[in-house]
């Protein structure tokens, strides 16, 4: 056996070194770590090499345990590389590349120099080879930044089932006491998935706003979406049961985020001189990396945005109409572009006298003035969009073809990213404004949402009515 259950170390220890250590005994050592909490951010850019791979096998006896496994049921298990500041997210099979490997995700100090090993668990037997390091550039400056160490599978080891890396340092004396990943996405799938749309939320923290997250969440349903995948750092008592709801209904997967929190300062902003952390925004970026992998076959499209943002078709009415005409127009793989709309979320206006639609204050369910949150059926103005510049976008992509994603877009893919035209398709991000200084009369009237409002209000009262958050007999 290559396994057995771990006790998980504590990764916050080894970030602070002080040099008085250095005359203690090396077990008082090892257990005498601190957390480094400031970090110069000009740190320059490392990549890590890797030593030529050592083609190693040897067989385990039966009973032997030389490393542990990931906690059962801990989706992402967050396991330190002893001897470093990296931190391993997760891992999967490699299909697309002319070499089989391993990729593991994973969080790197971009400072830090390590030649990484692989031990790969294949049929009761360890093998090894070189892994081969890549710290992502979209790191915003942040001293820590998302990575990729990718480990080729040697001969004799087609179908790992569990991965760990250790540093080529540390690899002799701490082999038996590593902790061994699972390796998904063990088979490749073309077709027959068993969603067609997938939404990735990343990051979710200190959430409150109820009414808005049940309201995207039945709009996703509309427009075609089977799975929503949070990556919940926290949220509020309500949040979480409403959470709870849809993971019952096999809507939704809730991936446990908060003890990325635990092990590093991360930051609650993108950049480091005014949200200072050793992170880009709650670990953000190897969140949406962990979610394109995990849903590369399980999915045959997924959507990367926020909470508070909606692609919504102009001309159709939901993303299984719109894809075939984006893919006829543009053709498959490429990661499709939705422009962004902020409709800021503290403007209520009556809808313009030229329009004979209902007013939005009059569409709803008068109950939901009970529970937390905006209600993005009362915000129907955005802000001009900017003809100038396309910015703060997100994508829905075909998985298979992405190797690395980012905030907006994508850095590492097949065929890259195409613009689709505001005419075709629109990002609705009910949020606070950006463009703080314009006056009413600049805004632009948008009630497209309103199509869809009927239905809405409908399936919004359902999901209220079933967690409690209104009465039964709430009527609209």
């Given amino acids: 056996m290559c396994l057995k259950q771990p006790k998980l170390r504590s990764f916050r220890r080894l970030m602070y ?6 005359i203690l005994s090396l077990t008082l050592l090892l257990w005498s770590y601190r957390p480094a909490r400031s970090i110069k951010f000009w740190s320059q850019y490392y990549q890590s090499t890797s030593p030529a791979q050592i083609p190693v096998q040897r067989a385990l006896p039966t009973g032997s345990a030389p490393g542990r496994q990931d906690p059962h ?14 931190l391993l997210v997760s891992a999967y099979l490699e299909h697309r590349t002319n070499r089989r490997e391993v990729r593991v995700i994973a969080v790197m100090l971009r400072s830090e120099v390590v030649a990484y090993r692989c031990l790969l668990c294949c049929q009761g037997q360890r093998h090894i080879s070189a892994g081969d390091a890549n710290i992502h550039w979209d790191h915003f400056g ?5 990575a990729t160490i990718l480990c080729p599978l040697p001969s004799g080891c087609e179908t790992p089932s569990h991965i760990a890396v250790t540093s080529v340092a540390a690899a002799d004396s701490e082999d038996k006491d590593e902790v061994f990943l699972e390796v998904l996405n063990q088979e490749a799938r073309s077709d027959s998935f068993p969603h067609t749309f997938t939404v990735c939320l990343s990051t979710m923290f200190n959430f409150t706003n109820v009414l808005q997250l049940v309201q995207s969440m039945e709009v996703l349903k509309i427009l075609g979406v089977s799975r929503v995948v949070v990556y919940k750092t926290s949220c509020s008592p309500d949040t979480q049961r409403l959470l709870d709801y849809y993971t019952s209904t096999g809507f939704m997967e809730v991936i446990p985020w908060s003890k990325l929190s635990k092990l590093l300062n991360v930051s609650p902003g993108w950049q480091p ?4 952390g050793d992170l880009h925004y709650y670990g953000q970026i190897p969140a949406l990396n962990d979610c394109v992998y995990r849903y590369m076959y399980q999915s045959k499209y997924l959507a990367l945005h926020d909470m508070d943002e ?3 078709p102009q001309s159709v009415d939901s993303w299984r109409e719109l894809l075939p005409l984006l893919e006829q127009k543009h053709g498959a ?13 503290t403007i209520k206006l009556p809808p313009p006298t030229s329009h004979t639609t209902q007013d939005p204050q009059s569409s709803c369910c008068t109950g939901w003035q009970g529970v937390s949150g905006v209600n993005i059926l009362a915000h129907l103005y955005h802000e001009p969009l900017n003809q100038k510049e396309f910015s703060n976008f997100k994508i829905i992509i075909n998985p298979r073809a ?3 994603p980012t905030v907006h877009g994508l850095l590492n893919s097949q065929k890259g990213c195409v613009r689709v035209d505001s005419n075709v398709a629109l990002m609705y991000h009910t949020r606070p404004p950006v463009q703080t200084k314009l006056t009413t009369d600049q805004l632009v009237y948008d009630d497209r949402l309103l199509s869809y409002s009927a239905r809405l209000t409908l399936a919004v009262n359902t999901v209220l009515k079933e967690i409690g958050l209104i009465p039964e007999d709430n009527t609209e």
């Avoid at 070194?17 to 250095?22: A, F, H, N, R, V």
């Avoid at 942040?142 to 998302?146: E, I, N, R």
């Avoid at 001189?273 to 200072?276: N, R, V």
Wanted: hydrophobic content about 45%; overall charge negative.
């Fill in 333 to 345: 793989d490429f990661g499709y572009m939705f422009e962004n709309a902020v409709f800021p979320n």
């Fill in 17 to 22: 070194l002080s040099p008085l250590i250095t």
């Fill in 402 to 404: 992405v190797f690395a």
């Fill in 142 to 146: 942040f001293a820590y930044g998302t």
């Fill in 310 to 312: 909606l692609i919504l």
């Fill in 273 to 276: 001189e005014y949200s200072p």
């Fill in 73 to 86: 049921g801990q989706k992402v298990p967050l396991v330190a590389v002893n001897g470093t500041h990296t």
